[in-house]
């Protein structure tokens, strides 16, 4: 099994940041204060970066914006999981 189809077994705990330039924007991380794993560009366009909570992520656990198994997919895979703003709905 490739490394980007890692099966998570089991809760994984992220700690999660609110951009203070992008609005509606988070970062998750696994470890609180640890951002290794998010590439410098990155970081620098989302800026500095305020702590908003930790949460454990389980298949039950239910997320407004994006998809739960997802999220834990690349929290471990990548190391990281950038939530940004949802994309405004222009009727046609």
Excluded: N
């Excluded at 908003?52 to 739960?68: N, S, Y």
């Amino acid at each position: 099994m490739s490394a980007r189809m890692t099966p998570i077994i089991g809760p994984v705990i992220c700690h999660i940041y609110r951009s203070r330039r992008k609005a509606e924007t988070y970062l998750y991380v696994p470890e609180k204060d640890v951002f290794d794993a998010v590439p410098a560009q990155l970081r620098q366009l989302v800026g500095e970066l305020d702590y908003v909570m930790e949460l454990e992520l389980h298949d039950q656990r239910k997320l407004v914006q994006a998809d739960v198994k997802e999220v834990r997919r690349l929290l471990v895979d990548a190391g990281y999981f950038l939530q940004l703003p949802p994309a405004e709905w222009k009727p046609g």
